[in-house]
């Protein structure tokens, strides 16, 4: 009698943790599709600062495993757990009757509650050593799987340990029948099917499928290909001219002017053009709420940086390190070494010649539908989105432009 209370007991806890980690997941796989599929979201909640960010976090190609958002894996995970609650009972049920083969729910709770705890631990450690970013919601699933564990091996014989060694148990049992076997592997099968798929086609993580358009680049810390001055390729009057509207603030808009940099080097008579389009309502008047702040500020000191002739390399600075005041703009541009008159630049980007340029490649873009950030322009030919780079270079080969001959890459 006593035994039966502490299950029960137990099983209420868990079940409330349960419940708590469903809905924490709920949450984060909705932060993870409003980062990753709806340029216009807002901030979640929980994206406080550069650090504190699970919106950069979901955007990046961590978050993911086989193409499936680790949100998603989450909440299969509790649930299952939940699943495994209620067994008991639903094995009673006469076509739930194969639900026979798990005998020892409370060993399956704290197996899983370990493993995941102990892959929680490297997600954390990837999140703050790797990407340098730290999302709240996640702590709150790793402290719940801990807790989980926990209490469901607390009174089982070997603990932890035990907990395993019955669950493997308990595994090869339940595959000694013939009909469980076979169910086993057709449900294998079409997992490994599902995964292949989702890891393949990238569907559900646009970070994996940019990651593969764009590793290179992505994995690129500093701009290898950075030039000086205010021209970026070809000064010939007939050069192929590629102009790129972009935002300071917007991410693959770095990755977008990595590219160009590189453009540069691979053909002969390509010139690149930046034009400003920051997605920020401080100077943007098509915008109606607050999105990429700090990016107009951005601009206004790229555009007075090139009339002291240093436009690329400001640029680079700008890109290398989002800063979305202008106190700290000047502070990266004064660390960054390169030789400019602040007290010029600042009364440069202050001036209302620098926001009528803005304005003007702001309302160029509106008026020929560009409202996302990369837009790319060659001639007539628009391209809203970046191209991964040898669809970019097929581009610009079929608009003129011709490749430098290299015997050595």
Not at 185 to 204: N, R, Y
Not at 253 to 280: G, I, Q, W, Y
Not at 282 to 310: P, V, W
Request: proline letters at 3%.
């Amino acid at each position: 009698m006593e035994e039966n209370k502490k299950h029960l007991w137990k099983t209420i806890i868990i079940a409330f943790l349960v419940l708590i980690g469903i809905g924490v997941t709920i949450d984060l796989a909705y932060i993870y599709f409003q980062a990753n599929f709806n340029e216009h979201a807002l901030p979640s909640f929980c994206s406080i600062n550069d650090f504190i960010d699970c919106d950069g976090v979901a955007r990046t190609v961590e978050s993911q495993f086989l193409g499936v958002p680790l949100a998603y894996w989450g909440l299969f995970l509790y649930l299952f757990m939940g699943l495994m609650l209620m067994v008991d009972g639903l094995k009673k049920i006469p076509f739930l009757k194969f639900m026979e083969v798990f005998k020892n729910k409370f060993h399956y709770i704290a197996a899983l509650g370990l493993i995941s705890f102990i892959i929680s631990m490297t997600l954390f450690a990837v999140s703050y050593f790797e990407i340098k970013k730290l999302c709240v919601m996640c702590l709150v699933t790793y402290l719940l799987n801990f807790l989980i564990g926990l209490i469901a091996a607390a009174g089982l014989k070997g603990h932890f340990i035990g907990a395993i060694r019955q669950s493997w148990i308990d595994f090869v049992d339940a595959l000694k029948p013939i009909p469980y076997r076979i169910a086993f592997i057709i449900v294998v099968a079409l997992a490994t099917g599902f995964l292949s798929w989702t890891f393949t086609s990238a569907k559900f993580s646009p970070a994996l499928k940019g990651y593969r358009a764009f590793g290179e680049f992505l994995n690129m810390k500093t701009n290898i290909y950075a030039v000086e001055g205010n021209v970026l390729g070809s000064k010939d009057k007939d050069a192929v001219v590629l102009e790129v509207y972009s935002d300071y603030m917007c991410p693959i808009c770095s990755t977008a002017n990595l590219m160009v940099h590189k453009v540069v080097t691979d053909f002969k008579n390509v010139r690149v053009e930046h034009h400003n389009m920051p997605l920020d309502k401080a100077c943007n008047k098509y915008m109606t709420e607050d999105f990429h702040i700090g990016s107009c500020i951005s601009a206004k000191y790229g555009l007075a940086a090139e009339k002291q002739g240093k436009f690329w390399e400001v640029e680079n600075v700008l890109f290398e390190k989002p800063a979305s005041t202008e106190q700290d703009i000047l502070k990266n541009l004064k660390e960054s070494g390169i030789k400019l008159n602040f007290d010029q630049l600042k009364k440069d980007a202050n001036s209302k010649e620098v926001a009528d340029v803005i304005n003007k490649d702001i309302d160029f873009a509106f008026s020929k539908g560009m409202v996302g950030t990369p837009s790319l322009k060659i001639g007539n030919d628009f391209q809203m989105g970046v191209k991964p780079y040898p669809e970019l270079k097929q581009w610009l080969i079929e608009n003129g432009a011709k490749p430098k001959i290299k015997l050595f890459r």
